[in-house]
């Protein structure tokens, strides 16, 4: 069983328009980061959020992290074909990090 | 720019044989971290190790081993490869205790034909 679920699994939007990913665990997490991956590269890190209920701005980009420490979610406003590309929540316990199922955002011109 | 680095990026082999993977974390990451990510498919998780020491195992089959050597940089053993472990493999550092964020090398690609 995964730890990090995230939805939707897969999204295809139109540019401009704007959109959430949700990352849900019933588990407690010191930390939780998010990735964007691109084909056939590595996962680059966009944040880190530690604090329950902290929110975070990346331009475009809103994170959130629940009250809990629970739960995240991340909002683009304004999508651009740039933003095209799998999302991934991972959430930190101790030395270990657990990765979410992946969000595939496709962003079409 | 990572500061992680995994050679080689692209690996053919054929099936039964063994392959090393090897990645060097980032100056200072004390933890490597290895996951596999097949076809449209999520990171899996295979092992984690903390200046040198297996720290954690996820699904990681018996086939595949590996190990991190003094100066930190570790190696990923897969032998009597199968079609199926055709895959991207993955390698991330991270810091000791207070550094939270995982870091992603560019992948090794490898191909069982």
């Known amino acids: 069983t995964q730890l990090l679920e995230q939805s939707p699994q897969f999204l295809s939007i139109q540019e401009g328009e704007n959109l959430t990913v949700y990352c849900n665990s019933s588990?407690?997490?010191?930390?939780l980061q998010w990735y964007r991956q691109e084909p056939g590269e590595g996962p680059v890190l966009l944040v880190t959020?530690?604090?329950?209920?902290e929110v975070k701005k990346l331009k475009r980009l809103t994170f959130q992290f629940g009250d809990a420490r629970k739960d995240s979610s991340l909002h683009i406003t304004a999508a651009q074909t740039g933003d095209t590309g799998l999302y991934l929540c991972?959430?930190?316990?101790?030395?270990?990090?657990?990765f979410g199922t992946g969000t595939s955002l496709t962003v079409i011109p | 720019d990572s500061g992680v680095t995994q050679t080689p990026k692209h690996l053919i082999t054929a099936t039964g044989q063994r392959v090393t993977l090897r990645c060097s974390p980032r100056s200072g990451d004390l933890s490597v971290y290895w996951y596999q990510q097949s076809l449209d498919q999520g990171l899996q998780f295979l092992i984690q190790y903390y200046n040198g020491e297996e720290r954690a195992k996820g699904n990681i089959l018996e086939r595949f081993s590996a190990q991190q050597f003094p100066d930190l940089h570790s190696e990923l053993n897969l032998s009597s490869l199968e079609l199926g472990d055709s895959a991207l493999y993955f390698c991330?550092?991270?810091?000791?205790?207070?550094?939270?964020?995982?870091?992603f090398g560019q992948g090794t690609r490898l191909t069982v034909v």
């Open positions: 991330a550092s991270s810091g000791g205790t207070g550094r939270v964020e995982a870091f």
């Open positions: 588990s407690v997490f010191s930390s």
């Open positions: 991972a959430g930190a316990r101790g030395n270990q990090f657990y």
């Open positions: 959020v530690v604090t329950g209920g």
